[in-house]
């Protein structure tokens, strides 16, 4: 018996039936487009010994990149729903490194470790606003610290029919309803944002 998946997860569910956990699975669109959104993530706030949490890891390729740009968390956790990723992430048996299987839109108390950053990198990318900003609030109400993630901000990047974008001015005011510490950086590449909500 199979059960229908939300439509948030079913992309990525589609793409592994035909990557496994190769790239492709990830729905970036290169290797080079997801560094450079990696590095304004990590611009955005210094995770030196701090406990961060990656909501939808992936392959755990945000740790990994951390590590190999000597950026070191105190310790890291995964929350991923593809089984596929799950395993991949798990099999590089990265330091200080924990992967949670599990829908953090369905289960957002998967989000609630005590971790001081949470990171969103690309995960919000096939929400409607709905799951969008229900999302952004359960991973700003769970950090210690702060709450950080990309987005498409603009129909440039979102020309797949799976992808959805949400206005700059729309997220940085639900933003500035959560703190009056807000940041946004979205000249590092056009159509894509990155925002940093710090607890007041």
Same mark, same amino acid.
């Given at each position: 018996?199979?059960?229908?998946?939300?439509?948030?997860?079913?992309?990525?569910?589609?793409?592994?039936?035909?990557?496994?956990?190769?790239?492709?699975?990830?729905?970036?669109?290169?290797?080079?487009?997801?560094?450079?959104?990696?590095?304004?993530?990590?611009?955005?706030?210094?995770?030196?010994?701090?406990?961060?949490?990656?909501?939808?890891?992936?392959? %755990?390729?945000?740790?990994?990149?951390?590590?190999?740009?000597?950026?070191?968390?105190?310790?890291?956790?995964?929350?991923?729903?593809?089984?596929?990723?799950?395993?991949? %992430?798990?099999?590089?048996?990265?330091?200080?490194?924990?992967?949670?299987?599990?829908?953090?839109?369905?289960?957002?108390?998967?989000? @609630?470790?005590? %971790?001081?950053?949470?990171?969103? @990198?690309?995960?919000?990318?096939?929400?409607?606003?709905?799951?969008?900003?229900?999302?952004?609030?359960?991973?700003?109400?769970?950090?210690?610290?702060?709450?950080?993630?990309?987005?498409?901000?603009?129909?440039?990047?979102?020309?797949?029919?799976?992808?959805?974008?949400?206005?700059?001015?729309?997220?940085?005011?639900?933003?500035?309803?959560?703190?009056?510490?807000?940041?946004?950086?979205?000249?590092?590449?056009?159509?894509?944002?990155?925002?940093?909500?710090?607890?007041?």
């Amino acid at each position: 018996m199979t059960t229908s998946s939300p439509s948030y997860l079913e992309p990525y569910l589609t793409a592994s039936r035909k990557y496994g956990a190769g790239f492709g699975t990830l729905l970036w669109a290169s290797p080079k487009t997801q560094a450079i959104r990696f590095k304004a993530l990590l611009q955005a706030v210094d995770i030196s010994n701090l406990a961060v949490m990656d909501v939808g890891c992936g392959r %755990a390729d945000f740790l990994e990149f951390m590590l190999n740009t000597h950026r070191y968390p105190r310790s890291y956790t995964g929350i991923e729903a593809v089984e596929t990723l799950v395993h991949a %992430a798990e099999r590089k048996k990265l330091p200080n490194c924990k992967i949670v299987h599990g829908d953090f839109v369905a289960n957002p108390k998967l989000l @609630s470790t005590s %971790a001081d950053v949470l990171f969103y @990198s690309g995960s919000l990318n096939t929400m409607d606003s709905k799951a969008f900003f229900s999302s952004i609030q359960a991973g700003f109400d769970a950090a210690l610290q702060a709450v950080v993630f990309n987005f498409l901000c603009s129909p440039f990047l979102a020309g797949s029919s799976h992808l959805a974008w949400h206005s700059a001015e729309e997220v940085m005011e639900f933003a500035r309803g959560l703190s009056n510490r807000v940041k946004l950086h979205d000249r590092y590449m056009r159509g894509d944002a990155t925002v940093a909500i710090f607890k007041d």
